[in-house]
């Protein structure tokens, strides 16, 4: 997302090294100083030192700064799922998908927790965030069905992949302490299994 | 939701028997007929033989008569999962209250079946049902804590839960032969128990 790239500015009259992260950084600043809502291209371009063309030679409108990584891990939990060996069961190509998943998040730290925080603060950005997330789940639904897996335990399996996935996430996001998200996304996953395998005690 | 309420009609000058579950069902029916968006509540009214005032002592807008049954669901689901005997394990306390939400919306599936139609056929509509949804798991995680549950296991067996709920209605709901809604989400359920058990078979 942030790869170096350069771009010419046709306000400052020179080729601009990083003008996507440049961007990237400002937009996020401004999220957080004044609000989603309130933050308008122009204001981000301004503080990047660049002009709304530049922008949107990069993003489509000013949420795709939050969402445009999306697609990357959508496509790293699908690829990851996708390569687990064949003999690995459903749940637990799922779950190595997740840990990679982690540790590419965990990569860009603060522009993961960055980009939580805003959108926590904005519930129009936690509905974008509920329908990539469903998206998603559908994807790796499709990705277990190739991999031999019928339904419904193909969806189920996603569904729970994508609870998965939220908690460790939201668990990294809210400790004060710098837990590893990898290890957090793994101690999810066997959480689920074990409330979901528990039966009753009779006694 | 339809219950047998009395209203008094201001154009027809008299009172109407039911008038909430007429409202309902002309609104169903002009949702199909040319789509949620397009649908007026001067519409809806007319359809039914009463005022938009009336319509608006039952609803606070158009999209509520789709809604409105949600909290009623939700109640059904955190009541159900508090009054599981407390030897009840937490996944079975969530099974037992989403088989019964089953009932229940099988008592009602005329209008569930003509929901969901509506529903998919309009993005705007599935971006409220995810959120009405992700209400309903965080309702049911805190249900499991007052159970005793510590997190993330109530998060995790909340949507998990969801997971099955939503899987078991499509189900149902995509069925071409009449299947037995509750049976349905228990066998969701017992699938994605199995499918998050399955270790690696080593052979």
Chains 1, 2 share one sequence.
Not at 16 to 37: H, K, N, S, T, V
Not at 62 to 75: N, Y
Not at 105 to 115: M, P, V, Y
Request: net charge negative.
């Amino acid at each position: 997302m942030s790869e170096t790239a350069i771009a010419y500015d046709e306000r400052m009259g020179r080729w601009e090294p990083d003008a996507q992260g440049r961007l990237q950084q400002a937009a996020m600043e401004l999220y957080l100083e004044r609000g989603f809502e309130q933050t308008t291209v122009a204001e981000i371009a301004r503080r990047a030192g660049l002009t709304e063309r530049t922008f949107f030679r990069y993003f489509v409108d000013k949420r795709e700064v939050l969402f445009l990584g999306a697609d990357g891990l959508k496509t790293l939990l699908v690829e990851a799922t996708t390569a687990a060996p064949a003999t690995t069961t459903p749940i637990e190509a799922i779950g190595a998908a997740i840990v990679a998943a982690g540790a590419m998040l965990q990569d860009r730290a603060e522009f993961s927790h960055l980009r939580q925080t805003v959108i926590n603060a904005n519930p129009s950005l936690q509905e974008r965030e509920l329908i990539k997330l469903a998206s998603l789940a559908t994807a790796l639904a499709a990705a277990l069905r190739e991999r031999g897996v019928s339904e419904p335990a193909a969806s189920l399996c996603a569904e729970a992949g994508v609870a998965v996935f939220r908690n460790g996430f939201e668990r990294w996001h809210q400790a004060s302490a710098k837990d590893d998200l990898p290890t957090l996304m793994q101690d999810s996953l066997d959480q689920l299994r074990a409330v979901t395998a528990a039966t009753p005690s009779h006694g």
